[in-house]
């Protein structure tokens, strides 16, 4: 069994930047993928970043070029580092973990996650 923690998120106001971390306990398999979702209120969950077994990354385009998604210790500990937050960011943010879909178009398909963290709150003010 797969626990993941989100921790990092709080408040900002616009252009500032945060950092949420992700810790993973139990067996993260080497073929899983990791990714970062978001939940803003009255919306639909939407993939931000993600991450396949080989380090490849993928962006929503809402984010390219401001968050950086990252892992370290054989992928125990998962990051997504935020920049130039806009108040479209506000949302509740996620981390997930799971056997990596084919193809890897769908990395940012919440639907392919087995695994969910409890989710850390992330405002952005003007």
């Known amino acids: 069994q797969v626990q993941l923690v989100e921790s990092g998120g709080g408040s900002v106001q616009v252009g500032g930047s945060l950092r949420l971390s992700c810790a993973a306990s139990?067996?993260?398999?080497?073929?899983?993928?990791m990714g970062w979702f978001r939940q803003g209120l009255g919306k639909e969950r939407e993939g931000v970043a993600g991450?396949?077994?080989?380090?490849?990354?993928r962006y929503a385009d809402s984010v390219k070029f401001r968050f950086t998604i990252s892992q370290e210790n054989f992928k125990t500990t998962l990051f997504l580092q935020m920049n130039s937050l806009k108040p479209d960011d506000t949302a509740m943010y996620y981390c997930a973990a799971g056997p990596c879909p084919v193809p890897r178009s769908l990395l940012l398909d919440w639907k392919q996650y087995n695994y969910w963290g409890q989710g850390t709150q992330v405002t952005v003010s003007s």
């Open positions: 139990g067996y993260i398999y080497s073929s899983y993928c």
């Open positions: 991450i396949d077994n080989a380090g490849i990354t």
